[in-house]
């Protein structure tokens, strides 16, 4: 583990400050130089068929979607629908763990760092860790933190490691000092959540069923226009072609050090999530370290049903892989269909009948 150096972790252990809050921390301080993006080299061509395969699944969905995959090793990319602005929703917590092991990296924290949850942490829909809070609150490590947001998509744990780093702005000034393209990072989960359902945040809804029972009271006009909103502007939106380019140049060891990478890797590859997503469609040998992002349902409309990762087949090869849907209103099997189905041509594996995952998930 990196050893501290003296830089200054906003609020260490303590309570996490509410989302209003955040906005006060100061830019994070950079210690080291980023070099220049350089374009990977082509050394063989894309497959023509894949190219013809993505082309038609994305341009056959009804919905808004885009999907991208670039050849890590061999530096091609097939895409349709690469550069739109689609919700990301829980990829976005992919941007969280990356600035905090930047900071790691910087000397600035240290994975076995004490940190205390609270009930003021808590946020909303996805949260297991909530469970936990007790009393004074939960004792647990920025690793345990970063476990929990990226395998199992704990909204509280991403939110308290959200404040650690020093809040959006900090996730926002590695995005844009690492050259990462089309992609937004938001104001956190809870304000996130709450503007697409058009409710404004307090905190005691996180507790029990508070913010869907607020969300419930709302007219169905107020809440369709919220989403809609959202839909046209998303503030997590990315693009598709961006979120592979970052995932090939994180498996290439360009934002992370080399034990960084590793962790960071090898987290994402134990996720628990998104059973009926690209996972489902991997055949025997090939391996995946992944996150996946579920937005909000209104009138049987989704706005935001994900995954991303990267993908390695059997002879080494590696692949970063992004397929996200922005606004859809054909049922969930079918959204999970298109992910598998994208997968699927890459690797040739088979589109599965029966997996299911819990559409709680994130």
């Not at 950079?30 to 497959?47: D, H, I, M, N, Y």
């Not at 920025?142 to 996730?171: F, I, K």
């Not at 005691?204 to 959202?230: C, T």
């Not at 594996?349 to 559409?359: I, L, N, R, W, Y």
Request: include cysteine; aromatic fraction near 4%; charged fraction near 20%.
């Amino acid at each position: 583990m990196a050893a501290c150096s003296g830089g200054v972790v906003p609020n260490p252990g303590g309570r996490a400050p509410l989302a209003s809050e955040t906005q006060a921390y100061a830019e994070p301080i950079v210690s080291l130089p980023v070099p220049a993006t350089r374009p990977l080299p082509v050394t063989r061509a894309a497959p023509a068929a894949l190219r013809a395969e993505i082309d038609r699944l994305i341009g056959e969905f009804p919905g808004k979607a885009g999907a991208a995959i670039r050849a890590v090793d061999d530096g091609w990319t097939v895409q349709r629908g690469g550069a739109l602005s689609l919700p990301q929703q829980s990829v976005s917590k992919l941007w969280v763990a990356l600035t905090v092991l930047s900071q790691r990296d910087a000397g600035r924290l240290r994975l076995d760092d004490p940190v205390l949850v609270t009930t003021q942490d808590l946020t909303l829909f996805h949260q297991p860790i909530a469970g936990l809070v007790r009393g004074e609150g939960y004792r647990t490590t920025v690793m345990g933190l970063l476990t929990r947001a990226l395998t199992q998509s704990d909204n509280t744990a991403n939110d308290r490691l959200l404040t650690l780093v020093g809040g959006p702005s900090a996730v926002r000034a590695f995005i844009t000092q690492h050259q990462l393209g089309a992609i937004r990072f938001g104001p956190g989960e809870r304000l996130l959540q709450s503007g697409t359902a058009g409710v404004t945040w307090n905190q005691s809804m996180a507790l029990g069923r508070g913010f869907e029972a607020a969300r419930a009271r709302l007219s169905p006009e107020v809440r369709a226009a919220a989403m809609q909103r959202y839909i046209d502007n998303p503030p997590d939106g990315a693009a598709p072609l961006a979120i592979a380019d970052a995932l090939a140049r994180l498996a290439r060891g360009e934002l992370l050090s080399e034990t960084s990478t590793r962790v960071m890797l090898d987290t994402m590859g134990a996720s628990i999530t998104g059973r009926a997503r690209l996972r489902a469609a991997l055949p025997a040998g090939w391996k995946i370290a992944h996150k996946t992002g579920t937005g909000q349902e209104l009138a049987g409309r989704n706005a935001g049903f994900n995954d991303v990762g990267l993908l390695t087949a059997p002879d080494g090869k590696r692949y970063a892989v992004a397929v996200m849907i922005g606004d859809t209103r054909v049922a969930m099997r079918v959204r999970q269909q298109l992910i598998q189905n994208v997968c699927a041509a890459l690797t040739g594996g088979h589109v599965a009948t029966s997996v299911s995952e819990d559409p709680t998930e994130g």
